[in-house]
């Protein structure tokens, strides 16, 4: 008997409140909103003797194909997709095929890896009975980069991905949170949806010294919560989506993009301003960095009503080269999804 499942797990932009839902913010507000391209896992699952048991994985994104021992793991090929396995109950007397794909580029500052890791940890819930609930879901995701890999996580990409839709996320206090879903007018949804763009700002995001050098001063700097104005915003834009106010949305995102660069000015970049002052001159209405901000990722546009202008603001702005492009999306309002075929 075999099965195959396909797992779509969104991605999410325009994070208004970043970095204060991290460790060292000890609490946070963040607004953001779930969006495709999705993160793909697909599983064809057979039941086979034990003598006979498979655990392969292919990672499109970057052609490769590997056998895993999911009894013996070790994180020396891809470690964010081995730690998924070592912290997941794998059956016996499987043989599993495991595809892993995104169309959208790595490092582009919109939680793809959270999403990979949401997508691929809901696939191999479908092994066992019973099912994690979205926020558990999106702890153990949270557990798989800060416990089993290290690295430092907001919690905010792992829960938006489990939930999607648009998510306002109370953090009381490290790593505990409560999602609240901001439910908005079908009218305004769609203006959303047609008004926002996503920028590819042409080279991948990586996590670097300026980053590390804000953690240290949030951490041992002053007793001034530098901190405050992103958790303000979040409710800003919040309170904005609600009430249909897409120009107060579009402040709060400007004036959040602003309270990043106070953190340090080269969390938004020279290209990211570049975008920025041609979006601005086309008529749009809000700019954000997403994710932490710095040398590449991506960044989101909120456009005036004159699509013809935001057609020619897109137009502009790919003339600046270097690999600057849209990623067209769709808003999400699922959540992680499960397809059997």
Known sequence: MSKTFVVLAP????????????????????????????????????????????????????GDRYKLDPQNVTFDRHPLLEACVKSMPIPKGLDIEIALHSSIPGGSSTGTSAAVTVALLRALDCLTPGRLTPDELATKAHEVETVHLGQQSGIQDQLCSAHGGISFIDMDEYPHATVHRVEVSDAVRNELEARLSVIFLGRTHHSSSVHEEVIRGLVGGSSVDKLEPLRREAVAGRDALLAGDLDAFGAAMIRNTEAQADLHETLVSKTARQIFDIAKHYGAIGWKVNGAGGDGGSVTILSGTDRFAQKAMLEEIKTIGGGVREIGIRLNDSGVRVISD
């Open 11 to 62: 991605i999410r932009i325009c994070d208004l409140g970043g970095w204060s839902d991290t460790w060292f913010a000890k609490r946070g507000t963040v607004l953001n909103i779930a969006v495709s391209p999705y993160a793909e896992c697909r599983m064809e699952v057979a039941e086979v003797p034990s003598w006979r048991e498979r655990f392969y994985f292919t990672v499109d994104d970057y």
